[in-house]
Protein backbone atom coordinates (compact mmCIF):
# COMPACT_ATOMS: atom_id res chain seq x y z
CA UNK A 1 0.00 0.00 0.00
CA UNK A 2 0.67 3.35 -0.86
CA UNK A 3 -0.28 6.44 0.52
CA UNK A 4 -0.78 10.35 -0.91
CA UNK A 5 -1.33 12.50 1.79
CA UNK A 6 -2.00 16.39 0.40
CA UNK A 7 1.00 15.58 -2.30
CA UNK A 8 2.14 18.81 -4.31
CA UNK A 9 4.76 19.47 -6.40
CA UNK A 10 5.83 22.44 -8.16
CA UNK A 11 8.52 23.70 -11.07
CA UNK A 12 8.98 27.33 -11.74
CA UNK A 13 9.38 27.48 -16.16
CA UNK A 14 10.15 30.67 -17.48
CA UNK A 15 9.10 32.76 -14.62
CA UNK A 16 6.45 30.66 -14.29
CA UNK A 17 4.92 27.94 -11.61
CA UNK A 18 3.90 24.84 -13.44
CA UNK A 19 2.09 22.64 -11.21
CA UNK A 20 2.34 18.94 -11.41
CA UNK A 21 1.15 17.15 -8.42
CA UNK A 22 -1.79 19.39 -7.23
CA UNK A 23 -3.16 18.27 -3.69
CA UNK A 24 -3.35 14.69 -4.24
CA UNK A 25 -5.26 12.02 -1.73
CA UNK A 26 -4.85 8.62 -2.63
CA UNK A 27 -4.06 5.44 -1.63
CA UNK A 28 -2.72 2.95 -3.90
CA UNK A 29 -3.68 -0.89 -3.47
CA UNK A 30 -1.29 -3.81 -2.27
CA UNK A 31 -1.33 -6.47 -4.55
CA UNK A 32 -1.64 -4.54 -7.82
CA UNK A 33 0.81 -3.97 -10.62
CA UNK A 34 -0.23 -0.20 -12.08
CA UNK A 35 0.36 1.30 -15.01
CA UNK A 36 1.12 5.03 -15.16
CA UNK A 37 0.06 6.80 -18.43
CA UNK A 38 -0.07 10.59 -19.30
CA UNK A 39 1.14 12.78 -21.98
CA UNK A 40 4.26 13.81 -22.03
CA UNK A 41 5.28 16.39 -19.73
CA UNK A 42 2.21 15.54 -17.42
CA UNK A 43 4.68 14.47 -14.63
CA UNK A 44 5.31 10.65 -14.58
CA UNK A 45 8.27 10.44 -14.07
CA UNK A 46 8.42 13.32 -11.56
CA UNK A 47 6.04 11.05 -9.51
CA UNK A 48 8.24 8.08 -9.83
CA UNK A 49 10.72 9.85 -8.36
CA UNK A 50 8.71 11.72 -5.43
CA UNK A 51 7.30 7.67 -4.22
CA UNK A 52 10.91 6.66 -4.44
CA UNK A 53 12.24 9.66 -2.05
CA UNK A 54 14.87 10.97 -5.06
CA UNK A 55 12.79 14.28 -5.48
CA UNK A 56 11.23 15.89 -2.31
CA UNK A 57 7.48 17.92 -2.31
CA UNK A 58 6.11 20.91 -2.10
CA UNK A 59 4.22 19.97 0.65
CA UNK A 60 2.25 16.59 1.73
CA UNK A 61 4.03 13.35 2.54
CA UNK A 62 3.98 9.79 0.95
CA UNK A 63 3.91 6.64 3.19
CA UNK A 64 4.13 2.80 2.37
CA UNK A 65 4.26 -0.27 4.52
CA UNK A 66 6.77 -2.17 2.21
CA UNK A 67 9.85 -1.48 0.34
CA UNK A 68 9.63 0.89 -2.66
CA UNK A 69 13.11 0.85 -5.37
CA UNK A 70 14.01 3.81 -6.78
CA UNK A 71 13.00 4.42 -10.29
CA UNK A 72 14.93 1.93 -12.21
CA UNK A 73 14.85 3.55 -15.81
CA UNK A 74 16.16 6.53 -14.23
CA UNK A 75 19.98 7.32 -14.68
CA UNK A 76 20.18 10.44 -12.25
CA UNK A 77 19.82 7.48 -9.27
CA UNK A 78 23.02 6.97 -9.01
CA UNK A 79 26.43 9.00 -7.91
CA UNK A 80 28.32 10.04 -11.61
CA UNK A 81 31.60 10.72 -10.14
CA UNK A 82 31.56 6.91 -8.18
CA UNK A 83 32.13 3.58 -10.71
CA UNK A 84 29.58 1.14 -11.20
CA UNK A 85 30.99 -1.38 -8.78
CA UNK A 86 31.21 1.57 -5.77
CA UNK A 87 27.31 2.43 -6.67
CA UNK A 88 26.45 -0.93 -6.11
CA UNK A 89 28.47 -1.37 -3.03
CA UNK A 90 27.29 1.90 -1.50
CA UNK A 91 23.65 0.56 -2.58
CA UNK A 92 23.66 -2.97 -1.01
CA UNK A 93 24.77 -0.91 2.55
CA UNK A 94 21.86 1.40 2.30
CA UNK A 95 19.50 -1.78 1.88
CA UNK A 96 21.49 -4.07 4.13
CA UNK A 97 22.03 -6.50 1.39
CA UNK A 98 25.04 -8.96 0.87
CA UNK A 99 27.46 -6.89 -1.06
CA UNK A 100 29.68 -9.60 -2.67
CA UNK A 101 26.33 -11.14 -3.75
CA UNK A 102 24.60 -8.02 -5.34
CA UNK A 103 28.23 -7.19 -7.03
CA UNK A 104 28.24 -10.48 -8.78
CA UNK A 105 24.80 -10.06 -10.14
CA UNK A 106 25.07 -6.93 -11.39
CA UNK A 107 28.21 -7.30 -13.24
CA UNK A 108 27.33 -10.25 -15.08
CA UNK A 109 23.28 -8.94 -15.80
CA UNK A 110 24.71 -5.31 -16.87
CA UNK A 111 27.12 -6.48 -19.79
CA UNK A 112 29.29 -3.24 -18.66
CA UNK A 113 32.50 -5.30 -18.99
CA UNK A 114 35.28 -2.59 -17.86
CA UNK A 115 33.10 0.20 -17.59
CA UNK A 116 31.95 -1.58 -14.45
CA UNK A 117 34.81 -0.06 -12.76
CA UNK A 118 34.56 3.21 -14.54
CA UNK A 119 32.81 6.30 -13.46
CA UNK A 120 29.16 6.52 -13.98
CA UNK A 121 29.71 10.18 -15.83
CA UNK A 122 31.42 8.08 -18.49
CA UNK A 123 28.67 6.09 -18.91
CA UNK A 124 25.77 6.73 -22.24
CA UNK A 125 22.29 6.72 -21.20
CA UNK A 126 21.49 3.21 -21.97
CA UNK A 127 24.28 1.96 -19.71
CA UNK A 128 22.99 3.76 -16.91
CA UNK A 129 19.58 2.18 -17.21
CA UNK A 130 20.89 -1.29 -17.23
CA UNK A 131 23.33 -0.50 -14.25
CA UNK A 132 20.44 1.07 -12.17
CA UNK A 133 17.85 -1.49 -14.03
CA UNK A 134 20.24 -4.76 -12.81
CA UNK A 135 20.95 -3.22 -9.20
CA UNK A 136 17.44 -2.84 -8.61
CA UNK A 137 16.36 -6.53 -9.89
CA UNK A 138 19.39 -7.51 -7.58
CA UNK A 139 17.31 -6.31 -4.70
CA UNK A 140 13.85 -7.88 -3.45
CA UNK A 141 11.36 -4.83 -3.28
CA UNK A 142 7.86 -5.11 -2.52
CA UNK A 143 7.24 -2.70 -5.43
CA UNK A 144 9.21 -1.56 -8.16
CA UNK A 145 9.08 1.93 -10.06
CA UNK A 146 9.92 1.69 -13.93
CA UNK A 147 10.35 4.11 -16.28
CA UNK A 148 10.64 2.66 -19.64
CA UNK A 149 13.46 0.71 -18.79
CA UNK A 150 12.64 -2.61 -20.51
CA UNK A 151 13.39 -0.75 -23.87
CA UNK A 152 17.33 -0.51 -23.25
CA UNK A 153 19.68 -2.58 -25.09
CA UNK A 154 19.86 -5.16 -27.96
CA UNK A 155 17.04 -7.64 -28.47
CA UNK A 156 19.28 -10.42 -26.30
CA UNK A 157 19.40 -7.85 -23.24
CA UNK A 158 15.70 -6.75 -23.56
CA UNK A 159 14.48 -10.24 -23.57
CA UNK A 160 16.74 -11.06 -20.52
CA UNK A 161 15.91 -7.93 -18.62
CA UNK A 162 12.09 -8.98 -19.35
CA UNK A 163 12.48 -12.51 -18.37
CA UNK A 164 13.80 -11.17 -14.81
CA UNK A 165 11.50 -8.50 -14.47
CA UNK A 166 9.07 -11.06 -15.01
CA UNK A 167 10.65 -12.95 -12.64
CA UNK A 168 10.15 -10.72 -9.64
CA UNK A 169 6.95 -9.90 -10.39
CA UNK A 170 5.74 -13.34 -9.18
CA UNK A 171 6.56 -11.93 -5.79
CA UNK A 172 6.36 -8.21 -6.58
CA UNK A 173 4.46 -5.47 -7.27
CA UNK A 174 5.17 -2.65 -10.05
CA UNK A 175 4.18 0.71 -10.97
CA UNK A 176 5.51 1.30 -14.88
CA UNK A 177 5.59 4.07 -16.81
CA UNK A 178 5.95 2.78 -20.52
CA UNK A 179 4.83 4.34 -24.41
CA UNK A 180 4.21 0.46 -25.12
CA UNK A 181 0.50 -0.45 -24.33
CA UNK A 182 1.47 -4.06 -25.44
CA UNK A 183 4.21 -3.87 -23.11
CA UNK A 184 2.06 -2.24 -19.98
CA UNK A 185 -0.67 -5.37 -20.81
CA UNK A 186 2.31 -8.04 -20.27
CA UNK A 187 3.07 -6.54 -16.46
CA UNK A 188 0.12 -4.55 -15.22
CA UNK A 189 -3.49 -5.30 -13.88
CA UNK A 190 -4.66 -1.92 -13.50
CA UNK A 191 -3.95 1.88 -14.51
CA UNK A 192 -3.45 5.21 -13.21
CA UNK A 193 -3.63 8.20 -15.23
CA UNK A 194 -2.31 11.54 -14.84
CA UNK A 195 -3.58 14.44 -15.73
CA UNK A 196 -3.30 18.73 -15.16
CA UNK A 197 -1.56 17.38 -11.63
CA UNK A 198 -4.33 14.98 -10.57
CA UNK A 199 -4.48 10.94 -10.96
CA UNK A 200 -7.21 8.54 -11.64
CA UNK A 201 -7.48 4.83 -10.70
CA UNK A 202 -8.82 2.21 -12.81
CA UNK A 203 -9.22 -1.24 -11.23
CA UNK A 204 -9.30 -2.41 -15.49
CA UNK A 205 -6.68 -1.83 -16.99
CA UNK A 206 -8.08 -1.54 -20.78
CA UNK A 207 -10.17 1.41 -19.24
CA UNK A 208 -7.20 3.62 -18.09
CA UNK A 209 -5.21 2.64 -21.74
CA UNK A 210 -8.53 3.71 -23.25
CA UNK A 211 -9.12 7.34 -21.34
CA UNK A 212 -5.24 7.85 -21.81
CA UNK A 213 -5.57 7.32 -25.68
CA UNK A 214 -8.80 9.34 -25.96
CA UNK A 215 -6.60 12.57 -23.98
CA UNK A 216 -4.00 11.83 -26.36
CA UNK A 217 -6.41 11.71 -29.75
Known amino acids: ?3 FEHLTKSFRIRGERKL ?3 DLNMTLPSGRSLALLGRNGAGKSTLLQL ?3 TLRPDRGRIWSDGSISWPVGFGGSFHRELTGAQNVR ?3 RIYGVDTDSLLEFVE ?4 LGKYFHMPVRSYSSGMRSRLTFGTSMGIHFDTYLVDEV ?5 ASFKRKSKAVFRERMKTSNAIMVSHSMNQLRQFCDAGLVLEHGRISYFENLEQAIELHERMLA
Do not use: L, S
Open 1 to 3: MIH
Open 20 to 22: VID
Open 51 to 53: IAG
Open 90 to 92: FIA
Open 108 to 111: DFTE
Open 150 to 154: TAVGD
